[in-house]
């Protein structure tokens, strides 16, 4: 099956500082991945779908400043959370989409990344 | 989007079947519906996917009546295992590919 992997799996950092977040498709091309996140106990809210070699559309109420995505290949797109304040620790999840038109409707996560700030 | 509606919350006991039945009657001609599982602190892991009738695979099946404004994910003889969250998601996966998540039914699975 198709695996999608993310790095680092957990990070803590300190309020004000950056943090940058891997998403990778393994044994496929991702046209397109998406960027979730998730508070506990809580459903997973969608934060941007990134599109290789464009900008990221962003979901209403997200700040783009703030939540920086690059698509630069086809296997990797990441996400920077810049200044981060303890309200951005969340559980942040990708997802990706193969490209093709014969798997359009296939997507996999990717296993989360929890970020804490301090 | 359409919008989905789910039961918060249900209780079963090893060996039993379980259906989750999902709401969506706003749901537009191309939208197929998906169910995925989620753990704590994973990732949601896909299920099964369906458009219409009925769908099954090695893990579930997928009953979607005529109408389709609403599915049933039917879970075979669960075990401890399948405790999770379960959401069922509708959209157009073949064009924008954006996936809503609604809250979600958290399934509790007892010895």
């Known amino acids: 099956g198709a695996v999608v992997s993310q790095h680092p799996s957990r990070v803590i950092c300190k309020s004000g500082t950056s943090v940058k977040i891997e998403c990778r498709s393994l044994d496929f091309q991702a046209t397109t991945m998406f960027w979730y996140r998730q508070f506990p106990k809580k459903s997973l809210m969608l934060m941007a779908t990134?599109?290789?070699?464009?900008?990221?559309?962003?979901e209403q109420g997200v700040e783009k400043d703030k939540f920086l995505i690059n698509h630069a290949s086809l296997t990797l797109s990441t996400l920077t959370v810049t200044s981060a304040h303890p309200e951005d620790s969340s559980f942040y999840i990708c997802?990706?989409?193969?490209?093709?038109?014969?798997?359009?409707?296939?997507?996999?996560f990717g296993p989360g990344t929890r970020l804490t700030v301090t | 989007l359409a919008k989905t509606t789910q039961p918060i919350s249900m209780d079963s006991y090893e060996g039993q079947e379980v259906n989750i039945t999902c709401s969506h009657n706003n749901i537009a001609t191309n939208d197929y519906i998906t169910w995925y599982q989620q753990f704590p602190s994973q990732g949601p892991r896909f299920i099964i996917q369906?458009?219409?009738t009925k769908v099954t695979n090695e893990v579930a099946s997928l009953f979607i009546p005529a109408d389709r404004k609403s599915s049933t994910l039917s879970l075979p003889r669960v075990s401890l295992s399948d405790t999770a969250v379960y959401y069922c998601l509708v959209g157009d996966a073949g064009n924008t590919g954006k996936l809503i998540f609604g809250q979600g039914t958290t399934l509790q699975v007892k010895p």
């Open positions: 369906g458009y219409k």
């Open positions: 990134s599109n290789e070699g464009s900008k990221a559309t962003y």
């Open positions: 997802s990706a989409r193969p490209g093709g038109s014969g798997r359009a409707r296939e997507q996999y």
